[in-house]
C-alpha cells in the first residue's frame, strides 16, 4: 500500500512541486482523520506536505469542494489556510495535498490572534445566506441553496435534512419532530437581523492548527455564508477555546446579549449530525435544548 502510494504522490508531486520523479517521496501514515487516510510526505531534500486520501465514487468531489472553501477563506486574507499543492483522481481514489504546516506552540497571543481574525471574517458578508454550490460537512452533504434569511436557511437547509435523515434511521420519532416545529415559531425572536458571515462552517477543535510562528491556521473547512453564531457555538461543543480566544473576538465584533442561546440553537445542527453519523449518544443533547426552547 505505501509503496503504491509513495510513487503516485511522487508523480502527483512532480507536476504540481517540481519533485524529482526518478527519486520517490516518503509515505508515514499519521492519526487524527476519522474520514480521510492521511500522510505526511516527504523528499531527499526535506520538503513536505500534507496528503489526504478518500474513495472518489463514495464521497463524490470531496477535494474538490474542500478546496473551494479553502480558496475562498484564502481569498479574504483574514486568517491562514492551508496552501493547496494538489487536488487530483487517481484510479478509484482522490488525493489532496497541502502544505505541511509544522504547529507551534498554543499561547494567550494565539488565542487572542485566532479571536481576532475570526471576527475579521466574520466582517465579510455575502449577498445571501448559503453559497453558490453545495459542499460536505464531514462526509454528510451540505446543501447551501441561498436564502435572504437566517432563520429560513438554518430550518430548510441545515435542521431539516438531518431530522429527515434521522427520522429515516429511527433516531428521532413523531414527538421529536413536533417539537422542533415548536422551536421553529421562535426563531425570529432569537435571531435578531444580522449580514451573512463568511464561516469555516465546522470549527470545533480538531479542525484548526497553531503555526510555527504562533498563528492560527484553519483546516477542514464547511464554508457557507451564515450566522457567525454557528462558528462560535461549535468551538463549545467538544470542550470550548481558550479564554483570551473569546474575549479577543468580542472586542472586535461584539457578542449579542443572548449569544449564549445563539449558540445552543446552532449547535442542533452539528448535533444531529453526529447523531445521523454515530447514534444515539447524542440524542440527550439535542432532546434537552429544544425543550428549553
Given at each position: 500500500?505505501?509503496?503504491?502510494?509513495?510513487?503516485?504522490?511522487?508523480?502527483?508531486?512532480?507536476?504540481?512541486?517540481?519533485?524529482?520523479?526518478?527519486?520517490?517521496?516518503?509515505?508515514?501514515?499519521?492519526?487524527?482523520?476519522?474520514?480521510?487516510?492521511?500522510?505526511?510526505?516527504?523528499?531527499?531534500?526535506?520538503?513536505?506536505w500534507f496528503c489526504k486520501i478518500n474513495d472518489a465514487s463514495r464521497f463524490p468531489d470531496l477535494f474538490i469542494l474542500e478546496r473551494q472553501g479553502l480558496a475562498l477563506?484564502?481569498?479574504?486574507?483574514?486568517?491562514?489556510?492551508?496552501?493547496?499543492?494538489?487536488?487530483?483522481?487517481?484510479?478509484?481514489?482522490?488525493?489532496?495535498?497541502?502544505?505541511?504546516?509544522?504547529?507551534?506552540?498554543?499561547?494567550?497571543?494565539?488565542?487572542?490572534?485566532?479571536?481576532?481574525?475570526?471576527?475579521?471574517?466574520?466582517?465579510?458578508?455575502?449577498?445571501?445566506?448559503?453559497?453558490?454550490?453545495?459542499?460536505?460537512?464531514?462526509?454528510?452533504?451540505?446543501?447551501?441553496?441561498?436564502?435572504?434569511?437566517?432563520?429560513?436557511?438554518?430550518?430548510?437547509?441545515?435542521?431539516?435534512?438531518?431530522?429527515?435523515?434521522?427520522?429515516?434511521?429511527?433516531?428521532?420519532?413523531?414527538?421529536?419532530?413536533?417539537?422542533?416545529?415548536?422551536?421553529?415559531?421562535?426563531?425570529?425572536?432569537?435571531?435578531?437581523?444580522?449580514?451573512?458571515?463568511?464561516?469555516?462552517?465546522?470549527?470545533?477543535?480538531?479542525?484548526?492548527?497553531?503555526?510555527?510562528?504562533?498563528?492560527?491556521?484553519?483546516?477542514?473547512?464547511?464554508?457557507?455564508?451564515?450566522h457567525r453564531s454557528v462558528d462560535l457555538a461549535m468551538t463549545t461543543l467538544f470542550g470550548g477555546f481558550e479564554r483570551p480566544f473569546y474575549e479577543a473576538y468580542a472586542?472586535?465584533?461584539?457578542?449579542?446579549?443572548?449569544?449564549?442561546?445563539?449558540?445552543?440553537?446552532?449547535?442542533?445542527?452539528?448535533?444531529?449530525?453526529?447523531?445521523?453519523?454515530?447514534?444515539?449518544?447524542?440524542?440527550?443533547?439535542?432532546?434537552?435544548?429544544?425543550?428549553?426552547?
Open positions: 500500500m505505501s509503496l503504491g502510494i509513495s510513487s503516485t504522490l511522487t508523480e502527483v508531486l512532480a507536476r504540481s512541486a517540481g519533485v524529482d520523479n526518478t527519486r520517490p517521496v516518503q509515505v508515514r501514515a499519521i492519526g487524527g482523520g476519522s474520514i480521510n487516510a492521511t500522510y505526511h510526505v516527504t523528499t531527499s531534500r526535506d520538503r513536505q477563506l484564502e481569498a479574504t486574507g483574514a486568517i491562514r489556510v492551508p496552501k493547496v499543492i494538489a487536488c487530483d483522481n487517481i484510479d478509484q481514489d482522490q488525493v489532496l495535498v497541502l502544505e505541511w504546516i509544522s504547529e507551534g506552540l498554543r499561547s494567550d497571543d494565539f488565542w487572542r490572534r485566532f479571536g481576532e481574525q475570526l471576527a475579521a471574517l466574520h466582517r465579510i458578508t455575502g449577498p445571501a445566506f448559503g453559497l453558490d454550490h453545495h459542499n460536505y460537512m464531514g462526509v454528510l452533504p451540505q446543501s447551501n441553496t441561498p436564502s435572504p434569511g437566517w432563520v429560513d436557511f438554518f430550518i430548510h437547509q441545515r435542521l431539516e435534512p438531518q431530522i429527515t435523515l434521522a427520522m429515516g434511521k429511527g433516531l428521532l420519532g413523531g414527538r421529536d419532530l413536533q417539537q422542533f416545529q415548536r422551536l421553529y415559531k421562535v426563531l425570529d425572536t432569537i435571531f435578531p437581523d444580522e449580514p451573512p458571515a463568511l464561516l469555516h462552517g465546522d470549527l470545533w477543535s480538531g479542525n484548526f492548527l497553531c503555526d510555527e510562528h504562533g498563528g492560527p491556521v484553519l483546516i477542514d473547512p464547511a464554508v457557507y455564508y451564515g472586542h472586535h465584533y461584539p457578542f449579542p446579549p443572548n449569544h449564549r442561546e445563539q449558540w445552543d440553537i446552532c449547535n442542533l445542527y452539528p448535533l444531529l449530525i453526529h447523531l445521523n453519523l454515530f447514534g444515539k449518544s447524542y440524542l440527550a443533547n439535542i432532546l434537552r435544548t429544544i425543550q428549553r426552547f
